[in-house]
């Protein structure tokens, strides 16, 4: 199978072209980074769905945002809604990507895959989640808790 490995630039360009022209398609993207560790891990596969006008958006959500100034995408979750904007950050980082307008939100997760297993995102889980990330209590507290955890549980992964 043929691969495309498109530079950040032009990847911003395909999916900011595609997600403004479709609409009620689905996207399988597969996740290069760590930002939504450990609730999305890297190589997970996103199913992405195109946002209708008519649909709402809620704290927790995982979203596509484009970030125009930068010629940039990400996969990052809501973590404030207020007028229409929202407030957008990766679970695994500390500082948010800033405020987005609606129309900067291009898709919404529907679906994660890894190690052949999927996942559908929970509306209560994800509202706890954002919280915690919102006020730093995910960064602080329970992502090292969790590290803590499984290394005194022996739980090592192999090299």
């Not at 530079?7 to 072209?17: C, K, L, N």
Request: aromatic share 10%; glycine share 6%; net charge positive.
């Amino acid at each position: 199978m043929d691969s495309l490995n498109p530079t950040s630039e032009q990847f911003y360009a395909m999916m900011t072209a595609f997600f403004s022209k479709s609409e009620n398609h689905r996207f399988k993207l597969q996740c290069p980074g760590f930002s939504m560790a450990p609730f999305i891990r890297h190589d997970s596969i996103l199913t992405l769905a195109v946002l209708q006008s008519s649909h709402v958006l809620k704290t927790g959500d995982i979203v596509l945002a484009a970030m125009h100034k930068y010629r940039k995408i990400v996969v990052h979750r809501i973590i404030a809604c207020r007028n229409n904007q929202y407030q957008v950050k990766g679970d695994n980082n500390l500082k948010s990507d800033g405020w987005f307008n609606r129309e900067d939100l291009l898709g919404r997760v529907q679906i994660i895959e890894y190690s052949g297993r999927q996942t559908t995102p929970a509306p209560w889980a994800n509202k706890f989640i954002a919280r915690a990330s919102k006020t730093g209590l995910l960064n602080y507290l329970f992502l090292p808790a969790a590290r803590a955890i499984k290394k005194l549980t022996g739980y090592v992964q192999a090299r």
